[in-house]
């Protein structure tokens, strides 16, 4: 049984919808929870049970949006020495282009020495129903790493 973590922070649903497809995604391996939440709403205790977690971020004035950097700056000291290695992937949504925000969300990955399984899914303009699939994709890969881990 593998424990799918998805923390995201969506104020006009673009990043939220992407969440979504990754759950669905995860959902579609067998034995596996999935939980997904905002990052203002996900704890300590979810990351330390999950067996893999995926990041969920549009682009705020270049950089993650708060709701996610909130989750992160509030678990990153509790989870020291008791997260290295898990399985992550990212995904992220801007108006533009989307380099700078799977950047900043390979720089998270890195920060907490998670172990990213599967290239980044972005959204730029809107979610295009292309992505839903990349993102379902996305969520499938951590579902299957997350079983194995
Ligand atoms: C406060 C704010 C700042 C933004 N800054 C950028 C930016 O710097 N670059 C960019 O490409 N898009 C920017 N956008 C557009 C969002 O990244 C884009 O609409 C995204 O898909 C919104 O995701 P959401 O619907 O999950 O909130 C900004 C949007 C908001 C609300």
Not at 4 to 20: C, P, Q
Not at 77 to 93: E, N
């Amino acid at each position: 049984m593998g424990k799918v973590l998805i923390v995201y922070h969506s104020l006009s649903g673009n990043t939220k919808k992407m969440a979504e497809a990754v759950a669905e995604g995860a959902r579609s391996v067998p034995d596996t929870e999935v939980i997904l939440k905002t990052g203002l709403d996900a704890t300590i205790d979810d990351l330390l049970a999950c067996d893999g977690i995926a990041l969920g971020s549009p682009d705020y004035f270049s950089y993650m949006a708060g709701g996610l950097k909130d989750f992160l700056d509030r678990t990153y000291y509790p989870s020291q020495g008791k997260v290295a290695g898990k399985p992550a992937v990212a995904f992220g949504s801007a108006g533009g282009p989307t380099d700078k925000i799977l950047r900043i969300l390979d720089q998270a990955i890195g920060w907490f020495k998670f172990r990213k399984i599967a290239d980044s899914v972005g959204a730029s303009g809107g979610v295009s129903p292309g992505v839903l699939v990349e993102c379902r994709e996305l969520g499938k890969k951590l579902a299957e790493a997350a079983s194995a881990a």
